[in-house]
């Protein structure tokens, strides 16, 4: 009897001990409370390099353990308004304070992207091609959008392998794209042909996105897919130099690819490395930038 009451003791003991060593996670501050999707959330507490995943309400969240008292988070994409939950072995603690999302409110509500990410996934190691790509939309909130338009100057590919810099597209004054459905954001990868315009004057190509504001306007490189160089992929960045006029909005990005003629399909032939943060009216030209050299920024 004696013996059977000393193991349990001990036992129980035993697993206070180990709590006590591993408690659960707990939040004791978020900073800041609020900010649109891909916002970095520093998350205070205790046991934070225990915890196995981050979630803004139901949507799982990038994140990286500093400390075990200190834990970095990216606001997911299509993130709302909800409590932070932190996930370990030990169970689920919660924020005392919801999340406030808040995106930029010149982005339109369909727009899937409100805000620039890397992919924290990484392109399959096969992958041997990339490509860049924008987004040019109207936005019917602003008056006289009709007469919207981005016009495209350059548009660069670069990738590092092996910390040396190549270029795999370099066009000018040329794009290729088709107009895709809006609502809901790309709902269908059918497409209708992208009416182009050219501007003499800055070598430029004109999209004319006021005349079919219900579509989204999506272009790429006008030269065709590139091979990755052989050796370590460090990354990526595009470079689009543009001219966006009242009414109009701008992204560009890029995807990985399986290989230079892979056509696009279900069986996951591309793969996004990520999206710039959207560019706005400007009376001068500027430069639309993505990266995703570095991984997600932490």
Not at 44 to 60: E, K
Not at 70 to 97: C, D, E, Q
Not at 124 to 147: H, K, M
Not at 192 to 212: F, K, R, S, Y
């Amino acid at each position: 009897m004696l013996k059977s009451l000393f193991l349990c003791f001990f036992l129980a003991s035993t697993a206070a001990s180990a709590a006590g060593q591993n408690p659960l996670p707990a939040i004791s501050q978020i900073s800041p409370t609020s900010g649109p999707e891909g916002t970095r959330v520093q998350i205070s507490g205790r046991s934070l390099d225990t915890v196995t995943s981050v979630l803004f309400g139901t949507s799982p969240a990038a994140f990286q353990a500093i400390s075990s008292e200190k834990l970095i988070a990216l606001v997911p994409h299509r993130a709302v308004t909800s409590a932070i939950t932190l996930v370990s072995a030990l169970g689920r603690s919660t924020s005392a304070l919801p999340f406030v999302v808040s995106n930029d409110p010149r982005v339109p509500e369909e727009v899937s992207f409100k805000a620039g990410y890397v992919n924290p996934v990484t392109p399959p190691p096969e992958f041997s091609s990339a490509l860049l790509w924008g987004i040019a939309i109207a936005d019917t909130r602003v008056p006289g959008y009709q007469s919207a338009e981005v016009k495209i100057a350059r548009a660069l590919l670069t990738c590092r392998v092996d910390a040396k810099d190549y270029v795999l597209n370099d066009d000018s004054g040329r794009i290729r794209g088709g107009l895709y459905r809006r609502n809901p954001w790309f709902g269908t990868d059918r497409h209708e042909p992208m009416p182009l315009a050219t501007d003499p004057l800055n070598h430029a190509v004109v999209l004319h996105v006021g005349q079919v504001p219900s579509l989204v306007w999506h272009f790429w490189s006008a030269s065709p897919r590139a091979t990755l160089p052989p050796g370590h992929l460090q990354g990526c960045t595009v470079k689009v130099r543009a001219w966006i006029s009242p009414g109009a909005l701008l992204q560009v990005g890029m995807d990985y690819w399986r290989d230079p003629l892979v056509s696009y399909g279900a069986g996951g032939n591309n793969h996004e490395a990520g999206a710039s943060n959207w560019y706005f009216p400007s009376p001068g030209w500027q430069e639309a930038t993505f990266t995703d050299l570095g991984g997600v920024q932490f």
